[in-house]
């Protein structure tokens, strides 16, 4: 039996990198998977994935920006399922500028996508989670926690998600619903971004940084902490940040 069976789990931004590998997870430890993303061919994708190794998937194309868009695909939802217990709010658009060229709308952007998102998300969600006593896992970022060059916007919105978490948390927890934050280090197409503008000194040092000295990987490193979030193990932690970062944060 695994950690989340019979659990159904909404996971944002799952057609790549960390959402797609929490999903694998989730899965993999008896969750239902519903999978949003701007973009329908990528979680189809993943969605057919999924299903082939024998769990459950449904793809669905959302925009957390916009909250009719996160209504009809939390519709779509129930309509499959009947029931929503876990929300993993990991969508969110990445700018990776020096604070000098960053714009207005970089950080609108940043923003909408991630404390919006996150924000549409749970607002949404909220009717179905309170039937069970539900759990929210929402993303933060290094960029965030420590302050990362040429991430200034991400950070930021980052940083909002982890105050709007610890709010929440204070007013759901009457419901049993826990919400904390996951701070990854995982391979992912923000990852790659990062990594293609380094020299392979800059990189050496990066990881010189990690006691385990290597990048997470999206479903054993990172996925397996969500899973852990999202199930009975923690039905007394809300509120808190989960750093899944092969201890860099250590020497932050």
């Known amino acids: ?83 929503l217990d876990i929300l993993i709010n990991n969508a969110m658009t990445h700018h990776l500028v020096p604070f000098d060229e960053a714009t207005a709308e970089d950080l609108t952007d940043a923003y909408e996508s991630s404390v919006l998102g996150t924000f549409n998300c749970m607002k949404a969600c909220f009717p179905y989670l309170r039937m069970n006593g539900g759990k929210v896992v929402n993303f933060g970022s290094a960029a965030g926690t420590e302050g990362v060059a040429n991430m200034a916007t991400y950070g930021a919105a980052k940083e909002a998600v982890r105050g709007l978490t610890k709010s929440v948390a204070t007013e759901w927890g009457k419901y049993g619903i826990t919400v904390n934050v996951v701070v990854p280090n995982g391979s992912s197409p923000a990852w790659e971004k990062v990594k293609s503008k380094m020299s392979d000194e800059e990189l050496e040092r990066t990881f010189a940084l990690f006691p385990i000295q290597r990048m997470g990987d999206p479903v054993a490193d990172v996925g397996r902490v969500v899973v852990f979030l999202s199930s009975p193990y923690s039905d007394y932690m809300t509120g808190r940040t989960l750093f899944a970062d092969g201890g860099r944060s250590l020497f932050r």
Request: glycine residues 14%; contains cysteine.
């Open 1 to 83: 039996m695994g950690l989340v069976d019979g659990k159904i789990a909404f996971i944002t931004g799952a057609g790549q990198g960390l959402g797609e590998g929490v999903a694998h997870a989730l899965a993999a430890d008896g969750a239902a998977v519903v999978l949003a993303d701007r973009v329908f061919a990528k979680v189809e994708k993943v969605a057919g994935d999924i299903t082939s190794a024998g769990y459950e998937a449904l793809a669905i194309e959302c925009d957390v920006r916009d909250r009719p868009s996160v209504d009809n695909a939390v519709d779509a939802a129930i309509a499959r399922f009947g029931k």
